[in-house]
């Protein structure tokens, strides 16, 4: 079985083709190399002697993606601009990445690989602001009025910023493919994804940025009032996500699933920060900003779709996802 993953030299990338390749797997990966990090995710990958075959390329460059696809069983399509800032400062460049760029994915899978599978890992924010569902704010964190409530794949569409916008209308892209042309696709909304090889920054990846700038001594900025909730996921829970999926293809082709760490990985800017100041015995420093558009103030992942799909349900617990990044932090600085 031969695995094309787009965005492999990435966080979710990197984990995922270490994933892969333990299990003997042969990973082709096609990146750009953009990320900040890239380079040495790459060089970490290469260090682990699989079987992996690297791709310099776009996929704005329609000729390299037709190369990559050749051949392949399976596709995980990871390669985006990922941070809502950028966004909103260049919108048609996050449009030409996640939505073209989607797109010409889809083609080239659709012409050259129609028989393989492709899972897109879309997000959370193509809920938008999810100001329909009734919030209350506390001390230290906003909850859904009603405490059993998640966010269900059944929420109604909200695109809210570029980023939002445009991952969303990959997303769509990637579902429609399969009703239209029958193609394996499978979408995820992804909630906050952590671990060890994302070199998060206040732009994007707030768990790393976080990690990283406690054991740097680096003040934060939260934007808001830091009491906005997100369900965590530890990237290794993902990485089986993506392989329970795609083995029970015959059941998840054309589904649309959300995934994320769901009510018992659910934390608030400032219960982590509490959180790393224990386990890292240093006194974090922060300021507040104002809020960025389209932040929701509370997510919290409806995960009971995935666990009946497929029987994926998270198992790394927030403590010890954190105590294993914090040790791959340590190893970077
Ligand atoms: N990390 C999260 O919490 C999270 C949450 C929801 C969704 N997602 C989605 O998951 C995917 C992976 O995210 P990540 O956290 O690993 O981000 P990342 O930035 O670490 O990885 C993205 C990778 O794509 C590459 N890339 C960017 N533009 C490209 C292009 N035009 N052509 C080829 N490669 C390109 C980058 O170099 C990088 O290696 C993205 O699609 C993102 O939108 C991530």
Not at 109 to 130: A, C, D, H, Q, W
Not at 173 to 179: C, E
Not at 193 to 199: L, N
Request: net charge positive; glycine share 8%.
């Amino acid at each position: 079985m031969k695995i094309l993953i787009t965005g492999g030299a990435g966080f979710i990338g990197t984990n995922l083709v270490a994933y892969l390749v333990k299990k003997g797997k042969k990973v082709r990966i096609l990146d750009n190399l953009s990320r900040e990090g890239t380079e040495k995710n790459l060089k970490w990958l290469k260090n682990l002697r699989g079987d992996l075959e690297v791709i310099i390329g776009d996929i704005q460059d329609e000729k390299k993606i037709r190369k990559a696809v050749k051949n392949v069983d399976v596709i995980y399509h990871l390669a985006a601009q990922v941070a809502v800032t950028s966004s909103v400062a260049n919108p048609k460049e996050d449009f030409q990445v996640n939505a073209l760029g989607t797109l010409n994915v889809l083609e080239a899978m659709r012409k050259f690989s129609p028989e393989s599978v492709l899972i897109f890992s879309s997000t959370n924010k193509v809920y938008g602001e999810t100001s329909n569902i009734k919030v209350i704010k506390s001390k230290k964190r906003y909850q859904y009025k009603d405490s059993e409530f998640a966010v269900t794949e059944d929420q109604p569409l909200d695109f809210y910023s570029p980023y939002g916008c445009s991952k969303g209308a990959a997303d769509q892209y990637v579902r429609d493919y399969s009703r239209i042309y029958g193609l394996k696709t499978i979408v995820f909304r992804q909630s906050c994804i952590y671990g060890p090889h994302q070199f998060g920054n206040e732009d994007q990846g707030w768990v790393a940025h976080f990690a990283i700038s406690a054991l740097k001594k680096r003040k934060i900025t939260i934007y808001g009032d830091g009491k906005q909730v997100r369900d965590i996921l530890y990237i290794d829970d993902l990485a089986e996500a993506f392989w329970q999926a795609e083995k029970n293809i015959a059941k998840t082709k054309g589904k649309v699933y959300n995934i994320g760490g769901g009510r018992e990985n659910s934390i608030s800017l400032l219960e982590f920060i509490s959180k790393l100041e224990k386990l890292t015995g240093k006194k974090i420093s922060y300021s507040f900003a104002d809020w960025r558009p389209g932040d929701q103030k509370i997510y919290i992942s409806g995960i009971k779709r995935a666990k009946t799909g497929f029987g994926w349900e998270p198992v790394i617990k927030v403590d010890e996802g954190l105590k294993r990044l914090l040790n791959w932090v340590k190893k970077i600085l």
